[in-house]
Each structure stands twice: as C-alpha cells, then as structure tokens.
C-alpha cells in the first residue's frame, strides 16, 4: 500500500482516495466517504467485515476507536499543516452500545475553532485543542463517543523571534 503523502494531493478529493489506500485505513475497512474541499467536513464509514467483529459479532471497540484516530489530525494537517506541526496527543472513547453492522462518523471543524487554534498558536506557543466525534450506526443511533486531543504549534521557522 502507498504511504502517506509528504506533499497533500492539490484536492481534496485525490488526498480522500489516496487516504482510502493508506494500508491503516484500508486493511481495517475505514473508508473516508467525503472530504470538504476546505478540509473542515469529512465522513468516514467502518465496513461491517468478518475481521472488524469481536466475539461476540459486534464491532470490535478497537476498530471503532481507530476509524476516529486520524480524521481531526488530518483535516488540521491540511488546514494549517504548511506552517504548523499537527500531531495526535490523547484520545479517549467512551462506548455507548454494542454497533452492529456498518458505522460511521461526521467530523467538522467550525470557523471558530480555526481561527481559536490560530490564535493560541500565533506566539509561537503549542496549543491542546479538544475534539469530539460521535459514531453512529445506521439507525443514527450513537454507538460510541470519542475525544481526541491534537497538539499544534507554529514549526520553528514560522514562530516569532523571541526578546
């Protein structure tokens, strides 16, 4: 499988492909469904396969908690990515109910939240910003809660000089 890019794709919908071929992302049955071409809208689904289930016949919790793991990082990525480091630092899920069959997730970004992490980050200093995402299964019922805490900071280069 390809590795990431380290130049983004010029759209968002070529990066959306290349990321649905990304080897985490395909092999575990994530699959990003649409990406906003402003990066602050995605949608991604969790295949109902043989390999994504426990014991039990349910959505395994560790498929669940990774379909969240890259979504806020990378639409910040692309958001702020040429000028800031944008890294995962903690994530937390809490599960609601057991997910049968295929599930899925929408991640937004409002404008607010990018021009707060802007802001906080224009010092040159890090920031934490706090996201939550619902999964949801085809009932929209909510099947799991999680919270993702990402880690931006201006790089080196871009951070104001220091007196």
């Known amino acids: 499988m390809l590795p990431l890019p380290k130049k983004l794709p010029k759209t968002a919908n070529r ?14 049955g994530i699959r990003i469904t649409y990406l906003s071409e402003d990066y602050t809208h995605c949608r991604a689904t969790l295949k109902n396969w ?41 994530a937390h899920i809490d ?4 997910a049968q069959g295929e599930v899925y997730l929408d991640c ?6 990018i021009d707060a992490i802007l802001s ?26 999680a919270t993702r805490t990402l880690y931006v900071r201006l790089k080196k280069e871009f951070r104001p000089e220091q007196s």
């Not at 599960?95 to 057991?98: D, V, Y």
């Not at 937004?108 to 939240?113: D, G, V």
């Open 108 to 113: 937004q970004i409002s404008r607010e939240e």
């Open 15 to 28: 990066l959306r492909h290349r990321l649905n071929l990304w080897a985490p992302l395909f092999f575990t």
């Open 120 to 145: 906080a980050t224009a010092d040159g200093e890090k920031h934490l910003p706090v996201f939550t995402v619902r999964v949801f299964d085809k009932n929209n019922e909510t099947i799991a809660i």
């Open 50 to 90: 043989y390999n994504t289930k426990n014991s039990h016949g349910t959505q395994f919790g560790g498929s669940l908690f990774a379909m969240t793991d890259p979504i806020y990082a990378m639409m910040c990525n692309c958001l702020f990515g040429q000028k800031h480091y944008v890294w995962d630092k903690e």
């Open 95 to 98: 599960f609601i109910k057991s």
